[in-house]
Nanobody
Framework: QVQPVESGGGSVQAGRSLRLSCEVP????????VGWFRQAPGKEREAVLC????????NFLDSVKGRFTISRNNADNTISLQMNNLKPEDTAVYYC????????????????WGQGTQVTVSS
């Protein structure tokens, strides 16, 4: 069992794209619900997107609708967050978290958290 680990963050100009990856612990004969969260300096952490055990997706943040996409690769236990047309307001530390079965926007519904990866978008 391995703690979720995020990768793929960096600094980009507005309008560019980034793809974040999260390696989650293997769950025998089942899938975690996995959510992506983000936290900007001085702001509360907010839920962005989540994919449940059946790979159904929930979007919790209107500002990223149509720009961000979440997906699962069962072969290597990874969850990706594709971020297109990035804006300065997307600047934050992005976290990956694994919960039991279904998607919720609440931190306490998730059992395992990654360390976060920084995304910085400049104008």
């Amino acid at each position: 069992q391995v703690q979720p680990v995020e990768s793929g963050g960096g600094s980009v100009q507005a309008g560019r794209s980034l793809r974040l990856s999260c390696e989650v612990p293997e769950r025998t004969n089942d899938n975690w619900a996995v959510g992506w969260f983000r936290q900007a300096p001085g702001k509360e952490r907010e839920a962005v997107l989540c994919i449940d055990e059946d790979s159904k997706v929930k979007n919790f943040l209107d500002s990223v609708k149509g720009r961000f996409t979440i997906s699962r690769n069962n072969a290597d236990n990874t969850i990706s967050l594709q971020m297109n047309n990035l804006k300065p307001e997307d600047t934050a530390v992005y976290y990956c978290a694994a919960g039991n079965y279904v998607c919720y926007p609440d931190d306490y519904e998730y059992d395992y958290w990654g360390q976060g990866t920084q995304v910085t978008v400049s104008s």
